[in-house]
């Protein structure tokens, strides 16, 4: 028998065994696989349509009231009852998912905007940057934040803008973490190295190669904690401290669902299935990006 | 070993003083003071109101009063109700609090852990897919939805459970299993995916080469080490259930800490406030410290100095 090495030939060389696929589309198959978070993504497609074009179809208007209509349970005119002010509450459930889902993108996008600042910086230069900076962080962690929301809503004043200032500035920490601990693993490989070789400056660094690299890390992140802000808004209306009247959110409405549960139980019914149901599609979406964009992250 | 528990207890200090200072500023920058009521008093009685509680103190001297009460174990009177302290506040409801939590604790790590065994035991089969699939639901159930639906099921339907108040043991179910709802989903996850990492090691396959028996196998030689996150989780957890306290004791009527904090808010009694997230915050945080102090005896491999 011949042990001898082959020669590779340049038509071995050149044979691929499966086909090139970038990143986004290798996530995609690897998602689609995914029966669970291809449910998730469909609902909150779907609630994103409702959010969008259900109070545009919609003949009532989310803070019309008429009281003769008050408290009328589901009918063909009114599909989910009315309230006690008689305001159409299907209405109000697709309002309520505008200022919901709005609360949860921008109170997330700002977490990612001080997060992979914050991270990338203390990541990037190490030593004892990173030090005093991760020391901050967790000086903060073993804070109670919810109670700091509360209080900052207490200073604040209730209110769209200021949720999002509430929110945003305080729960930015575990995004900072992430962002932190991919960037220092990332900085000491090659081409990182190459690329400082190469005369790129720290930003070109930090923007450019680390942290579109973390990009996994950092969409699971996201994704999971845009439930999480709509979940603390929901708490936060729901002891009166959320958005102001009339306008609605899901945890106004669940909080009003509250008072006439006994008479009424379909009022809390409907803002509480909407809530629960998008919880489910980013927490089912999450879990799925988690198993597509980095199957060796696992918790 | 001596020397990284002299290390956490600095940083719980450290981590309590920002609390208090933060608390403090963040009460102080309310715009008007806890007396700008609808109806304007007369200016005397203002000044008499804030000559009493000291409001009108430059800041620092406030903050070094505060400090100097806070070290007596004194959170000061409240604002609202005239005749009552702080302390007496947190005296009445924080039994009730610890009561209703510590049930929910122990509900949710009783049901937790196995659930998430099961799951890992069973990957990819029937079992897993059920854990798996309540634990999703579990954590995307907010408490407050939970309580109203319990209440509505046992309370209002089949009339087997009292709906709200506070008393004998069976006033206890209902808001227990509230709270317990969101942190058991989580223990569950975090279980069974810890269970799996350990499950693969090959110290496992080992035993199981042995031919040591699975039931022994899992209870010996997996479960310590895939309790270890959980370990983690449940300072994190005792502060969810604390926090999460505040709503369902105010849906369930209960006198606890947690509905005091809601009144106050409403009432916006700020002394009550600051007190009561001052007592809380103080409380977590010792609780995460012997979090970490069990871990540091649970996992010898942990490196004193705690690196990541």
Known sequence: MDFSPLKPTAEMLQKQTRPHLGFRQDAWLRLKKNRAALAGLSIIVFISLLAVFGPMISPYSYSDQTLANANQPPSAAHWFGTDNLGRDLATRVCYGARISLAIGIVASLINLGIGVLYGGISGYFGGRIDSVMMRIVDILYGIPLLLYVILLMVVLKPGLLNVFIALGLVYWLRMARIVRAQVLGLKELEFVLAARVLGASPRRLIFGHLLPNSLGPIIVTLTLSIPEAIFIEAFLSFIGLGVSAPMASWGVLASEGVVTLRSYPFQLLWPAVAISLTMLGFNFLGDGLRDALDPRMRR | ?308
């Open chain 2, 1 to 308: 070993m001596f020397k990284s528990i002299v290390g956490r207890i600095l940083s719980m200090l450290l981590v309590l003083w920002v609390i208090i200072t933060v608390t403090f500023v963040l009460m102080h920058a309310i715009p008007g003071g806890p007396f700008t009521a609808e109806k304007a008093l007369p200016e005397a009685v203002m000044k008499n109101i804030e000559a009493r509680y000291r409001l009108n103190d430059p800041l620092p001297k406030q903050y070094a009063d505060y400090w100097a009460n806070l070290l007596r174990g004194d959170l000061g009177p409240s604002f609202k109700y005239e005749s009552r302290s702080v302390n007496e506040i947190i005296a009445e409801g924080f039994p009730v609090s610890a009561e209703l939590g510590l049930v929910a604790v122990t509900l949710s790590v009783l049901i937790g852990i196995p659930a998430g065994m099961a799951g890992a035991l069973y990957q990819n089969r029937w079992p897993d897919h059920l854990v798996m699939l309540l634990a999703t639901v579990g954590i995307s159930v907010p408490s407050f939805i939970l309580a109203t639906l319990l209440i509505f099921c046992f309370a209002l339907w089949l009339r087997i459970l009292p709906a709200a108040m506070w008393g004998s043991p069976e006033y206890v179910i209902l808001p227990a299993l509230a709270l317990a709802g969101m942190p058991t989903a989580f223990i569950a996850r975090l279980t069974r995916s810890s269970m799996l990492e350990v499950l693969a090691q090959d110290y496992i396959r080992t035993a199981r080469a042995k031919g040591i028996a699975p039931f022994t196998i899992l209870w010996r030689h997996a479960l310590k080490n895939a309790l270890l996150p959980v370990v983690t989780y449940l300072g994190p957890m005792i502060a969810a259930i604390f926090t999460g306290s505040f709503v369902i004791e105010s849906i369930f009527a209960i006198p606890g800490l947690g509905r005091h904090f809601v009144t106050s808010i409403y009432n916006r009694d700020y002394t009550v406030i600051l007190g009561i997230t001052v007592f809380y915050s103080a409380l977590l945080v010792l609780m995460n410290f012997l979090v970490d102090l069990a871990y540091l005896w649970l996992d010898p491999r942990i490196k004193p100095e705690g690196e990541d």
